[in-house]
Nanobody
Framework: QVQLVESGGGLVQAGGSLRLSCAAS????????MGWFRQAPGKEREFVAA????????YYADSVKGRFTISTDYGKNAMYLQMNSLKPEDTAVYYC???????????????????WGQGTQVTVSS
């Protein structure tokens, strides 16, 4: 089992930046592929970014590529999402998720993940 807790959300103006954090506890953090998803009101949860357990591979949704950066700090059992050049359409609840390395399934799909945090709200004003 792994427990995930997000933080760092808030209200920011368009063009601004935020850094989300995901703190993990429980099993060794490095045994999981990790991802960020978001869900806006009335919309389905969508993929934002993911990072392989080794940290060697990263993946991004086209809508955030070049603006967001995913990273991990295994020493702190933490994952981050640096969000720059924020747009109003980035407004959503952001969730971090963990996929056991023994699991299969695309990192782009939410149903491939085994554990989820409670989410943190990001609001970008125009």
């Amino acid at each position: 089992q792994v427990q995930l807790v997000e933080s760092g959300g808030g209200l920011v103006q368009a063009g601004g930046s935020l850094r989300l954090s995901c703190a993990a506890s429980g099993r060794t953090f490095s045994r999981y592929n990790m991802g960020w998803f978001r869900q806006a009101p009335g919309k389905e949860r969508e993929f934002v970014a993911a990072i392989s357990w080794s940290g060697g591979s990263t993946y991004y949704a086209d809508s955030v590529k070049g603006r967001f950066t995913i990273s991990t700090d295994y020493g702190k059992n933490a994952m981050y999402l640096q969000m720059n050049s924020l747009k109003p359409e980035d407004t959503a609840v952001y969730y971090c998720a963990a996929q056991r390395t023994s699991s299969s399934g695309s990192l782009y799909r939410s149903n491939s993940y085994n554990y989820w945090g409670q989410g943190t709200q990001v609001t970008v004003s125009s």
